[in-house]
């Protein structure tokens, strides 16, 4: 059962350490309802995100394989990206998935909204679900991308999903919460 009081924090410091395009890291000095005082509680700073569960008309799965760094890893995605200043979190996700996949069109709606970390980041990841889309334009991704674009049928998803071979905890919760209410 929820409380009805927020049990909010009350900031008594706050310090930025860094702020970078990438990167914005703030030290804050917090004071807990309980009056225990944290002098070091760390918040990164993200714009919104946004992922694309992408589906072709032939129902195969517009995914992603790509390095990631933080784990010295390759494996699946799906199209994920950041909001841009002045664009909604749907023309966000058309954006990504047009420029990592060249795919587009369908009929889009969204399918959650999640905290990716909410207990040391601000931002919130917009899951949106794509159907019926279809190869529009190449990929355009940016010189610092190096993404695969694979179809797949749901099966195999779903066998990526159980094995490990999709890490990205923003894209599980959308990718599972998809399989279960579709019955796969």
Known sequence: ME????????VL??????????????????????????????????????????????GRFVMERQYRHGLQWTGYEICAGVC?????????AQRELWEETGFGGGTWELQMTIAPNAS??????HCYIARGVRQ?????Q???EDISVCLLPAEEVHRLLANGGIKQAAMLAPLWRYFAENGI
């Open 136 to 140: 529009i334009a190449p990929p355009h």
């Open 84 to 92: 841009e200043d002045g664009e909604t979190p749907l023309e966000s």
């Open 3 to 10: 409380k009805t009081d927020n049990r909010q924090w009350e």
């Open 142 to 144: 940016e010189a610092t």
């Open 13 to 58: 410091e706050s310090e930025y350490l860094i702020q970078r395009p990438w990167l914005t890291a703030r030290r804050d000095k917090v004071k807990l309802p309980n009056g225990v005082v944290n002098d070091e509680y760390y918040v990164l700073e993200y714009p919104d995100w946004v992922n694309v569960i992408a589906i072709t008309e032939d």
């Open 120 to 125: 040391a980041m601000n931002n919130l990841c």
